[in-house]
T-cell receptor, first 114, second 118 residues
Framework: AQTVTQSQPEMSVQEAETVTLSCTYDTSESDYYLFWYKQPPSRQMILVIRQEAYKQQNATENRFSVNFQKAAKSFSLKISDSQLGDAAMYFCACDGGSNYKLTFGKGTLLTVNP | GAVVSQHPSWVICKSGTSVKIECRSLDFQATTMFWYRQFPKQSLMLMATSNEGSKATYEQGVEKDKFLINHASLTLSTLTVTSAHPEDSSFYIC??????????????FGPGTRLTVL
């Protein structure tokens, strides 16, 4: 069983600034994946970034990067140079390895101020 | 990336009727699909795992007789909400993992179906 906790229901950032969204998780699996998904008002789920638990190096995707602290079971998302289009609900998720089943956190609503 | 579609995108029905929602993987085969439910301003909650050629597996607390799942082919899974009631009104989302595309553990999500039961 897995649990994913996002402690920030809402966050706001000024355009062009940097923001960090927090996520902690718990899993009994030794091999697992962690994800950040974006859900804009259209409600289409969009994969932002993925981290394999066995990799020590933090994943990066353009302006998006993660700080993966395996021992602390922490998986935060950093958005650099925030853009208006980044405004959305962000969900942290954990995949329990081979069964593909995703457990989502409650989400963080990100507002980007012009 | 791979595309998953859902039909219909929005459905309104009367209480007591049944509603079928389709989830299709358009350009890849999916032996497994997942069905999620999302209430307004809440997270996605996994309802069940749809397995091609076998019975679906339901998460604890999900009524399998109310939410019928059929995975008839490698590209189609259906969710039927039977005898729908207003409390079944929600946003239903399906997803399929891309194991056949060589990108391990990436899942592709459908655009969702909004169900309103009057």
């Amino acid at each position: 069983a897995q649990t994913v906790t996002q402690s920030q229901p809402e966050m706001s950032v000024q355009e062009a600034e940097t923001v960090t969204l927090s996520c902690t998780y718990d899993t009994s699996e030794s091999d697992y994946y962690l994800f950040w998904y974006k859900q804009p008002p259209s409600r289409q789920m969009i994969l932002v970034i993925r981290q394999e638990a066995y990799k020590q190096q933090n994943a990066t995707e353009n302006r998006f990067s993660v700080n993966f602290q395996k021992a602390a079971k922490s998986f935060s998302l950093k958005i650099s140079d925030s853009q208006l289009g980044d405004a959305a609900m962000y969900f942290c998720a954990c995949d329990g390895g081979s069964n593909y089943k995703l457990t989502f956190g409650k989400g963080t609503l990100l507002t980007v101020n012009p | 990336g791979a595309v998953v579609s859902q039909h219909p995108s929005w459905v309104i029905c009367k209480s007591g009727t049944s509603v079928k929602i389709e989830c299709r993987s358009l350009d890849f085969q999916a032996t497994t699909m997942f069905w999620y439910r999302q209430f307004p301003k809440q997270s996605l909650m996994l309802m069940a795992t749809s397995n091609e050629g076998s019975k679906a597996t339901y998460e604890q607390g999900v009524e399998k007789d109310k939410f019928l799942i059929n995975h008839a082919s490698l590209t189609l899974s259906t969710l039927t909400v039977t005898s729908a009631h207003p409390e079944d009104s929600s946003f239903y989302i399906c997803s399929a993992p891309s194991d056949s595309l060589g990108s391990y553990n990436e899942q592709f999500f459908g655009p969702g179906t909004r169900l309103t039961v009057l």
